[in-house]
């Protein structure tokens, strides 16, 4: 009886050893910050270099908005220098270039979807922030998914868009597979634009299987009209492409444009519906980081979400009452499971397609 | 008894050198040491695997890749059939248009001269923006005419084909060509055409069997030219070209550092830029071989002899006809499809509909874009501070080879020459990737004096060439006199030659400058959030898919910027400079 009180206590002590060695290893150094100091370390840095799309966050008129927004939440006085950037891919690219190079990042804050941020984890490029810890309205789930390297901003499900006026609704695609069925492709044969990124395709992979995936890329190859970025979407308002085979924000831009009065089109290729969950992370090498942390929690704030929202209509389905959050309610609709995209690109083979397909995506 | 030449022959030996010397031969050889260890960067990246700072071997894998690769192939194809189709619109349009202002009794010739010229105004990348909305086959206002008048099911034309961006290049070269070759018909022996005229030879057999053959030499430079810097052309395969999957040399190096997925391939890049490095400097040899053939054909005539231009009469109205064309479809068309788009919410073809939604709503936003202003306020800087800085080095470099006895002065010649064929795109690759590679010892990296640094690396050699030639025609007497008077190298080289030759100083000033406001090719490469310039933030909006934006940006860059880089252009053309400044 003694010996097994005893047995119980060494177990117990061992238990509270692993889980001190577990949490030191798990968040080494990490000091324990509030947001206060933060705010107070962000003032002695007097701006922030943010590089991305065009249209990031409202492009350069919304920019100016959330500026002023920020700096009032925190009472700061800072200046947001946006820079119209090169895509999400380059721009992790040039993120890790630079750090690896040892000089500083042309940006302090990193906007991209889960693909680049493996990529970024994989090089240990990005900061680990304590983000819940420090930012009440911050929930871990924000967090989670790339391990407290970024925060989820908004989560978009991706699809195709159509000029509405050029693909009648009759002829006009349901879902990924019907760009590539031959009763209704001639529409758009030799028009139809393709995202040159395959990382839309290595995701839908885990749904379709590797095999699937690289036949449709091969037939969608042979549709092709051209290449568009993602944000490239008034081309399609346009016509110069009347239909776009994938899309990184389809909802988003069909909200967007249809205000406008454009003609555009989104339909969600596939079910569960391949989504974006675009995060923002801060370089290792950013030269502002007090003041890109209080960025990114400004972003995922609720002001920072109707800021968004307004602009872009994008935002986060964590940040409660937000647009995403209602509609994924409202319509039920289902989408990837974001750790089995992280884990696939981290653990899986994901990079590896990616290198395959994006020779498929050349040629 | 001893001349001022003789003490000076026996004062100045190779080995003299006095302290302004010193300073001439410093700024000279560190502009030299640039230009020669910017291009062997790019040999060392090209033997390079991984980012600058990381470890690599050094091997030839990056040689067998882009060799063995289909895409390489496809790439160097595609060049030429680009350069080709520029080749083949510019230099004929060029041959026509300086044919009338040279051998023909053209109505004022200096103007048609001026507006070939007027082009500098109007930067390349806006032009082929322009091109898009006027002859893309589903948006282009031109195509969309056409289709309705005609009764089409296709667009007739397609701007987003090979031979589209190399029609939009060729129209972009013809007024270099048109000067190159005007040159060369100012200097024909014009006895032979009027030989030919008596013995009742027509017009056009006199054109095509005595004028042509006497002006193959400049027509061959012309061509060689031309194919350099169509293989070096950014801006129109960048903005009609990537779009619709036509890749030329300079969009697929951006891309290789600039890449979908991965990390930037700067190995691969510097292969290619190897690759072009050697292929340009080949391309030179002919060049230089034509050049030395064309003084044959020229004849050294006295002020009383004046050639007989040909009599147009009413076929004048054909000349400025072709000229009044070229101009619409070169500047007019492309600024009015521009404007067009900037005010409407989303790209639309002309119609009531559109008319309707159509606001200067775009532009109210720009006045309050401070990131705009900085960009505006950065090419300015680079406007000012680029051609001095160019000036200063090139001064020093032509007094070294044109003035001194200096040993190795044909040597720096020929170093500052260099960046001439090579395309810039790789100089400011190099660049990029010294930077990045010092960026934590030398923190320039992103920063405006990257930009000034690759920009006047580049134009040393227009400089050079240019303060050659002056400084080669002010008689050495002036100096030597000064010499002997125990005035120091510096002095007379800002006293007695920079006076002299002004007129040279000045053209290349304005020449710089405006290269510095029209940039892109480079700018794209280096540009980080603190360096922005008018260009890349254009490039930047239109590469991101807001095109009303950037067309607004564009024309109101047009409308402020053309006044001040007209004015530019009217003082260059007091310095009688004009038959060269185009380009």
């Known amino acids: ?363 | 008894m001893q001349t001022a030449a003789d003490t000076l022959a026996l004062k100045s030996r190779p080995w003299d050198i006095d302290a302004s010397k010193l300073l001439l031969l410093g700024i000279a050889g560190i502009a030299a040491l640039a230009i020669v260890g910017l291009l062997t960067m790019i040999v060392w990246m090209s033997l390079r695997t991984g980012v600058p700072g990381q470890l690599s071997s050094y091997n030839l894998n990056n040689y067998t890749l882009l060799l063995t690769d289909p895409y390489s192939y496809r790439v160097m194809m595609t060049t030429l059939g680009f350069a080709g189709v520029t080749i083949a619109v510019s230099v004929p349009l060029g041959f026509v248009f300086a044919w009338f202002i040279e051998r023909t009794d053209l109505p004022h010739k200096a103007l048609a001269m001026s507006l070939l010229g007027s082009g500098i105004l109007f930067p390349t990348f806006l032009k082929a923006m322009g091109w898009v909305f006027l002859l893309h086959p589903r948006i282009g206002i031109i195509n969309t005419f056409l289709m309705r008048l005609f009764d089409l099911k296709n667009a007739p034309l397609n701007i987003a084909t090979l031979p589209g961006i190399g029609f939009v290049e060729g129209l972009t070269l013809t007024p270099l060509a048109c000067v190159m070759i005007a040159a060369a018909l100012r200097g024909m022996n014009p006895a032979l055409v009027e030989a030919a005229s008596i013995h009742g030879v027509s017009k056009f057999k006199t054109l095509l069997r005595v004028e042509l053959p006497l002006i193959w030499p400049a027509l061959i430079s012309a061509v060689i030219w031309m194919l350099t810097v169509a293989i070096a052309a950014f801006d129109v395969p960048g903005v009609i070209g990537m779009a619709n999957n036509i890749f030329t040399f300079s969009t697929a190096v951006y891309f290789m550092i600039n890449p979908n997925e991965g990390l930037p391939r700067y190995g691969l890049s510097g292969a290619y830029g190897t690759i072009m490095v050697g292929v340009s400097l080949i391309l030179m040899i002919p060049y230089f071989m034509a050049l030395k053939q064309s003084h044959r054909y020229q004849i050294i005539s006295g002020k009383s002899y004046q050639s007989r231009p040909m009599e147009l009469g009413r076929w004048w109205i054909l000349g400025w006809g072709l000229l009044g064309l070229y101009l619409l479809l070169a500047f007019v068309l492309p600024l009015l499809a521009m404007f067009w788009v900037s005010l409407l919410p989303y790209v639309q073809l002309p119609s009531r509909q559109a008319l309707a939604a159509a606001s200067f709503e775009r532009y109210s936003a720009i006045a309050f874009d401070a990131a705009l202003l900085r960009a505006a306020w950065n090419t300015l800087l680079l406007m000012a501070i680029v051609p001095t800085l160019i000036i200063v080095i090139s001064a020093a470099i032509s007094w070294i080879v044109t003035r001194s006895r200096m040993r190795g002065r044909v040597f720096l010649d020929a170093v500052a020459f260099l960046p001439h064929p090579v395309p810039h795109l790789l100089f400011a690759l190099a660049t990029a990737y010294l930077a990045l590679l010092v960026s934590d010892i030398v923190p320039v990296y992103g920063t405006i004096f990257v930009l000034m640094a690759v920009y006047v690396v580049c134009w040393i050699s227009f400089g050079t060439r240019v303060l050659n030639n002056s400084m080669i025609q002010v008689h050495r007497e002036l100096e030597e006199a000064a010499q002997v008077g125990g005035v120091s190298t510096f002095r007379i080289l800002w006293k007695v030659i920079l006076p002299l030759i002004r007129p040279g100083v000045v053209y290349v000033w304005i020449w710089t400058s405006l290269s510095a406001y029209r940039e892109l090719t480079m700018a794209v490469v280096l540009a980080s959030p603190k360096s922005q310039v008018l260009s890349t933030y254009i490039w930047g909006q239109w590469h991101g898919g807001g095109l009303g934006d950037a067309a607004a940006i564009a024309v109101t860059m047009m409308a402020i910027m053309s006044p001040l880089v007209a004015s530019f252009w009217i003082f260059a053309r007091r310095q009688q400079h004009v038959a060269t400044s185009v380009s």
């Open chain 1, 1 to 363: 009886m003694k010996m097994r009180a005893v047995k119980k206590n060494i177990v117990g002590i061992r238990q509270v050893l692993l889980l001190f060695l577990f949490s030191a290893v798990a968040s080494p150094s990490q000091p324990a910050e509030t947001l206060e100091p933060l705010i107070a370390a962000a003032k002695t840095e007097r701006e922030l270099l943010f590089v991305a799309g065009p249209t990031t966050f409202g492009g350069k008129k919304g920019l100016s908005e959330l500026e002023a927004a920020f700096n009032k939440k925190f009472g700061l006085n800072s200046r947001i220098l946006f820079t119209a950037g090169p895509e999400m891919n380059s721009m992790a690219a040039r993120v890790i270039t630079e750090f690896k190079a040892g000089g500083k990042s042309t940006t302090d804050v990193y906007l991209g979807s889960l693909g680049q941020f493996a990529h970024l984890q994989k090089e240990n490029a990005l900061q680990e922030v304590n983000w819940s810890g420090i930012v009440p309205w911050i929930t871990k789930q924000m967090e989670e998914i790339p391990s407290r390297r970024g925060v989820l901003v908004y989560t978009s499900p991706r699809g195709i868009i159509y000029n509405a006026s050029l693909v009648p609704q009759d002829k006009a695609p349901k879902k990924y597979e019907d760009l590539i069925d031959p009763r209704l492709s001639p529409t758009w044969a030799g028009k139809l634009a393709i995202p040159p990124y395959p990382n839309w395709l290595v995701e839908l992979s885990l749904m379709w299987g590797e095999e699937r995936v690289k036949d449709f890329t091969r037939k969608l190859l042979a549709l092709g009209g051209g290449r568009l970025r993602y944000g490239e979407e008034e081309r399609v308002i346009s016509g110069e492409f009347p239909i776009m085979a994938n899309i990184g924000d389809a909802l988003a831009a069909m909200w967007k444009w249809q205000t406008k009065g454009a003609p555009l089109v989104a339909v969600l290729g596939a079910s569960p519906g391949d989504t974006s969950y675009f995060h923002l992370g801060i370089p290792k090498n950013s030269g502002h980081p007090n003041l890109a942390k209080l960025f990114v929690a400004f972003m995922v704030s609720r002001e920072g979400q109707a800021m968004l929202d307004k602009h872009d209509f994008r935002s986060s389905p964590l940040v409660e009452g937000s647009r995403m959050a209602k509609y994924l309610r409202d319509t039920g609709t289902m989408l990837q499971d974001p750790k089995e995209l992280f884990n696939f690109y981290l653990k899986g083979g994901g990079f590896k397609l990616n290198e395959e397909l994006a020779k498929l995506l050349k040629q």
